[in-house]
């Protein structure tokens, strides 16, 4: 019995909810248990989301964390994480994002597993070196194993920046490749949250280039 914990809303993105949603998919069978319960999603206050948590553990569910965000891991949602997990002798299973600070630097713990399914350069590995029990890279990567299709190599750069974008990343990447100028096909993903006037600045550019 897996219990999976993931953020969603406009504040937090798209992408913690869509990732555990394909491992479910990857490993679901007829004999494992998946429950997904998702701040934001199905969820709207924090201290019962993390009090599921906390049931979740001493229920003896395998419990899976995917919320690395430093719009939901503020000090108080910390220091409660900490107090339900440090006693905990179970693995907790982590899936974490390259950044210095993420889930599993911040609770330092000697029972959880960490898995970065990222790419990255080697500055960005020696920041991880902290974290003691861990895998990373692209073979790694979470995705919806019964959607994928072969099909004929077509190379292109797909710009996706998750579900808010809330620093604009795509726009910026966007004015970068318009002065490149470079003969590739380009795909943007609009994520779900976009705000309108966001998509429309993005469209606009897109039309002006060819991009998709």
Do not use: A, W
Request: net charge positive; with cysteine; proline share 2%.
């Amino acid at each position: 019995k897996f219990s999976l914990f993931s953020i969603c809303s406009k504040k937090f993105g798209y992408g913690h909810f869509n990732r555990v949603q394909n491992l479910i998919s990857i490993l679901k069978d007829k004999n494992k248990r998946f429950n997904h319960y998702s701040y934001g999603k199905n969820y709207k206050n924090k201290d019962k989301f993390i009090n599921k948590i906390n049931q979740e553990i001493i229920l003896k569910k395998k419990i899976i964390l995917d919320f690395t965000n430093k719009f939901f891991l503020n000090k108080n949602t910390i220091f409660k994480l900490k107090k339900i997990l440090k006693n905990e002798k179970n693995p907790i299973f982590i899936i974490d994002e390259p950044k210095k600070k993420n889930l599993s630097t911040i609770l330092n713990l000697n029972n959880t597993k960490t898995l970065v399914p990222f790419d990255m350069d080697y500055n960005i590995k020696k920041k991880l070196l902290s974290i003691k029990k861990i895998k990373y890279g692209f073979e790694y990567f979470i995705y919806p194993i019964k959607k994928i299709k072969k099909k004929k190599k077509v190379f292109v750069i797909l710009i996706s920046f998750g579900g808010s974008d809330n620093f604009e990343g795509t726009l910026y990447v966007l004015k970068l490749l318009q002065k490149l100028k470079l003969k590739k096909d380009i795909i943007v993903v609009n994520g779900k949250h976009f705000k309108k006037n966001y998509k429309n600045k993005l469209s606009s550019i897109c039309k002006k280039n060819n991009f998709k």
